[in-house]
């Protein structure tokens, strides 16, 4: 954990230091004058964003949202959106930040400024533990009887895309339930981020299991994706980089992981 901090904060300093491209959008000022700060978010990602069956929105980076609200001398206000309509929903001004286990790609930097990363992190595959050995490189997974099931529109589903050309590929519509799909024998394997695949082997132990592979078949970061503003993406940098230096960023993750 300790390196993994040390990561994070040596790309936090790089890119507080890099010039922010400027744009006619005054974000951060209206956010203040509204007096909330609009947060999108997908609601079907443990353990960042995640929307129980009573509704309520929970997870490490809801509450961050509502830490950086209040650091901006605001309120936050959840707004849904999903992986497939990200990148329109921003364009469309319906949020003001999103959140929760954005990876950070080229196309959405397109449209939007990210923040300092929170997550360093890579695609693993998560599989029934009785089949963990079969499946721990992208090779073994590349077969015509491996059964791959994704979400639509995001990262994983991208990853399969590109990477399977002879594994059937399942998408399947609702990310809260898609793990459910591997434990019932309707799919064998999802590739997905990391700390997702371990996570989802606590929630579900003997049953789903986090595939032993030798290295993460990716790398990437995960961070905040904000309306392009100068303004906005030197607080939110700001106020990143303290979180992570001072364990209020760890203290969440690590509760939302439990």
Same mark, same amino acid.
């Given at each position: ?14 890119? &507080?230091?890099?010039? =922010?491209? #400027? ?5 951060? $000022? ?10 999108? &978010? ?5 353990? *960042?964003?995640? /929307? ?14 509502? !830490? ?13 959106? @999903?992986?497939? &309509? ?7 001004? %319906? *949020? ?37 050995? %079969?499946? @721990? ?5 590349? $077969? ?10 995001? @990262? ?5 895309? =590109? ?6 590929? !399942?998408? #399947? ?7 459910? $799909? ?17 996570? $989802? =082997? ?25 309306? /392009? ?9 700001? #106020?990143?980089? &303290? ?11 690590? =509760?939302?992981?439990?």
């Amino acid at each position: 954990m300790r390196v993994f901090l040390t990561r994070l904060l040596v790309a936090a300093a790089v890119l &507080t230091a890099m010039p =922010a491209a #400027w744009a006619a959008d005054d974000a951060l $000022q209206g956010i203040r004058q509204a007096g909330i700060l609009r947060v999108g &978010t997908t609601g079907d990602y443990k353990p *960042f964003s995640y /929307k129980g069956d009573d509704g309520a929105l929970v997870g490490a980076d809801v509450e961050m949202a509502k !830490e950086l609200a209040t650091a901006l001398g605001v309120r936050a206000e959840f707004v849904p959106t @999903t992986w497939k &309509t990200l990148i329109e929903d921003l364009k469309a001004d %319906k *949020f003001d930040v999103a959140l929760g286990g954005i990876t950070v790609n080229p196309d959405r930097a397109a449209v939007g400024d990210f923040s300092v990363p929170n997550v360093t992190d890579g695609k693993r595959p998560i599989a029934r533990c009785a089949d963990k050995e %079969k499946f @721990t490189t992208v090779e073994a997974i590349d $077969q015509p009887a491996t059964r791959v099931v994704v979400n639509p529109g995001g @990262t994983n589903e991208k990853f399969a895309r =590109a990477s399977f050309t002879k594994a059937p590929i !399942e998408v #399947w519509p609702d990310n809260r339930t898609i793990f459910a $799909q591997i434990a019932a024998n309707k799919a064998d394997v999802m590739v997905t981020d990391g700390v997702e695949a371990d996570l $989802q =082997a606590k929630l579900n132990p003997g049953v789903l299991c986090a595939v032993p592979v030798a290295a993460p078949f990716t790398h990437f970061e995960n961070a905040y994706l904000l309306r /392009k503003d100068p303004a906005l993406k030197q607080a939110v940098d700001q #106020w990143m980089t &303290t979180a992570l230096s001072n364990g209020l960023w760890k203290a969440k993750l690590d =509760a939302a992981m439990r």
